[in-house]
């Protein structure tokens, strides 16, 4: 607690130094060329990485397919990008599943800070971040993530928004404006954002609205085998009850910049209402309010070529409703988290960076269907990671250093306890280019997680997920052994990527069916409740992600390409399979790009997942067939005409790794269209 107190006024003064010194130099500074390019990476690597000499695992979303990407949530978005899945909680809250992930192992973050929210508690809790907002997204697949501590033990998914610009923009004013509507929910999104210049001062304004009524399905929204399994009924309603979604959100920012750097600060505020499958009537509100400041000054001259200075603080409130007019449940998070970086100059191919980043966040629960107590999570940590590229070979390493600091009165307990954890991390890689285009990789990195405070303290019943929960307050930090080998090939007309992985796992917190019940009197009524109870055991996580790439015809800027995907993850524990763990997944695509008309024509098979947990329904296997199109009709290129049809055979498809997939199966065939403008 000492060093938290210590760091918290360290990094605040940082910060504010930052965004002061970067004003001040703003004022006399020009115009500033923003000179980044797509496929340079900043999620892990805070000096910058192209993603063809990324050793880590990434995927980057930019701002041109956010623009026609459907109005999802952020885990339905990236469902099905090569190691990732989504935890499919209804369209009002899904988390990305990386490598069979998910929860406090994945880090959502939005411009390198932690969301605040309440996301990672429960799989009914919505993201409080939506991919409307953003101008790119990047993911870091597996452990190798020393930038952001142990809760990214299983890779971050981070959210640009640009609402703090870093740059002027081109003309003095840049944005761009979103409407669709898709068939299968009735739903409706409009969007917007911009950036407007006044000398070096950047004004940005952002708003986004969507709702969506419940979605169809193409058969009974119970499943075969629960149905075969409890002997009940397989109604054919056509729709998932509870799976509506509504959704307001706006922004507004501002920052001066300089060729020195840039300072600014934000505000944006959520409101999200959706319905809860699990439990009929039952239904969500969530809102928060979120401040963020960021800063950066670059140097001259010396060792390091610039300060990056970021916090963020947000007040988050989730009340779940039974009844329009009696709210049930309410989980409010608290806190702030704030981080400084020095990034070091470039020495004859030597970059590096060193970072100081600390958090405090307050959790509380109120209510009938409260599992979890009030708890208080404080954390500061110290990182380097450093990298020496010689052309041809180089070499990567990293050390990281944390302490949390978990305290909460157990339910039915009577005194606070409070559990610290000193958590080490540290990576080390090899990479060589053996010939031109040519990539290869190795890492081993081992890395520390504390458990969070619901695999601590939970003790109570889950509606969402309709079990009772049960934490160990005597869990200790789990520790992972991974070993990765990665391949980037660029050889012109043939591209791929292939990411191998093993991960030994020490202490995996893993929640798991207990084969137990425990029954509950409710006005007269008895209900059972399995009970799932967090334990720790030793775990091996073995997968592969492949992509490929290649252009079969060319003719000016009209291009043909097949494109391929692959990903797998085995996962077992000294008690048998992990549980949902994502099956084998194979995709198929052939594209057709020219400067006015994009087409496309994918198709996706997820293999049966019968490799499952003591208590846990296999998956069948599902083929999707889509088809999309985007039409630039005019002569200025910033109108885009989209369409697409999802699913096509309407096939019954269930998302493994979901809590719900046999009782809520994923969309039937879809028609999406709309426009998109950008300026």
């Known amino acids: 607690m000492t060093a938290l107190r210590t760091a918290r006024p360290l990094l605040l003064a940082a910060v504010s130094w930052t965004a002061l010194a970067g004003a001040a130099t703003a004022q006399s500074a020009g115009p500033v060329q923003d000179d980044r390019l797509d496929d340079i990476i900043v999620t892990g690597a805070p000096f910058g990485i192209s993603q063809s000499a990324s050793i880590i695992a990434t995927t980057v979303v930019d701002e041109e397919a956010l623009a026609t990407a459907p109005a999802a949530t952020l885990g339905d978005l ?36 932690g969301l605040i929210d309440a ?74 954002r911009a950036d407007i210049a006044f000398g070096n001062f950047v004004l940005h304004l952002d708003a986004v609205t969507k709702e969506a009524d419940d979605y169809e399905v193409p058969s009974s929204p119970i499943s075969r085998r629960l149905a075969d399994a409890e002997g009940i009924d397989r109604d054919r309603t056509g729709v998932v009850p509870g799976s509506f979604s509504e959704l307001d959100a706006w922004g507004i920012g501002g920052s001066f910049v300089g060729d020195r750097g840039f300072a600014g600060v934000s505000y944006k505020e959520t409101d999200s209402t959706y319905g809860v ?62 981080r400084a970086d020095l990034i070091q100059r470039d020495q004859n191919g030597w970059n590096g960076a060193i970072g100081v980043q600390a958090l405090s966040r307050d959790l509380l629960a109120v209510g009938d269907e409260a599992y979890i107590p009030g708890s208080t999570t404080d954390e500061a940590g110290v990182y380097t990671v450093q990298r020496w590229d010689r052309g041809s070979y180089g070499f990567e390493g990293g050390l990281r250093y944390d302490r949390r600091t978990v305290s909460a009165t157990p339910i039915g307990g009577t005194s606070e306890l409070e559990r610290e954890y000193d958590n080490w991390s540290a990576s080390g890689a090899v990479f060589l280019r053996p010939s031109e285009g040519l990539f290869l990789g190795l890492s081993l990195t081992r890395n520390e997680r504390a458990p969070s405070e619901t695999e601590l303290f939970a003790d109570g019943v889950h509606i969402a997920t309709g079990v009772y929960e049960l934490g160990d307050t005597d869990l200790d930090s789990e520790s992972v ?81 097949l494109e391929g995907a692959i990903d797998y993850v085995d996962a077992d524990t000294d008690l048998g399979p992990a549980s949902r763990i994502p099956p084998l997944s194979l995709t198929g695509r052939v594209k057709y790009g020219s400067g006015p008309l994009d087409l496309g024509l994918e198709v996706r098979h997820v293999a049966e997942q019968d490799e499952v947990a003591e208590f846990e329904l296999p998956t069948d296997s599902y083929t999707m067939v889509n088809l999309s199109g985007a039409w630039r009709p005019f002569t200025d290129p910033g109108v885009t005409l989209f369409a697409e049809a999802r699913n096509l055979t309407d096939t019954e498809a269930r998302e493994h790794v979901s809590f719900l997939k046999d009782i809520a199966p994923l969309p039937g065939r879809n028609l999406r269209f709309g426009i998109a403008y950008r300026f």
């Open 119 to 192: 996301s990672s508690v429960s799989p009914d809790h919505q993201v409080a971040a939506d991919p409307a907002e953003a101008n790119r997204i990047e993911i870091v697949r597996g452990p190798s993530t020393l930038v952001y501590g142990g809760s990214a033990i299983g890779g971050v998914v981070n959210v640009l928004d640009g609402r703090i610009p870093e740059a002027l923009p081109e003309g003095g004013l840049e944005g761009r404006l979103v409407a669709q509507g898709s068939t299968v929910d009735e739903g409706t999104s409009f969007g917007g």
């Open 78 to 113: 990236l469902a099905g990008t090569p190691g990732l899945r989504s935890s499919s909680f209804a369209p009002g809250a899904t988390r990305p599943v990386i490598r069979g992930l998910t929860g406090p192992r994945v880090q959502v973050l939005t411009n390198g800070i």
């Open 277 to 338: 499958v699990a439990e009929e009537g039952v239904f969500i509100e969530l809102e928060q309010q979120r401040f963020d400041a960021r800063g950066e000054l670059r140097f001259d001259t010396g060792p390091f070529r610039a300060l990056r200075g970021a916090f963020g603080q947000a007040d988050y409130t989730h009340t779940e409703f039974e009844d329009v007019d009696e709210p049930g449940t309410v989980f409010e998070s608290d806190g702030w988290e704030a």
């Open 481 to 561: 052994t991974t070993l990765e080998g990665t391949l980037h090939y660029d050889g012109g007309r043939l591209r791929g990527d292939l990411h191998v992985y093993a991960s030994r796992y020490d202490g995996f917190i893993d929640l798991r069916d207990t084969g137990l019940e425990i029954e509950f009197d409710e006005d007269g009524e008895i209900e059972e409740f399995p009970i799932f109870a967090y334990l720790q055991t030793d775990a091996d996580f073995r997968g592969f992600e492949a992509e490929i790439a290649y252009d079969i015809w060319a003719d000016g800027n009209r291009v043909v390409t």
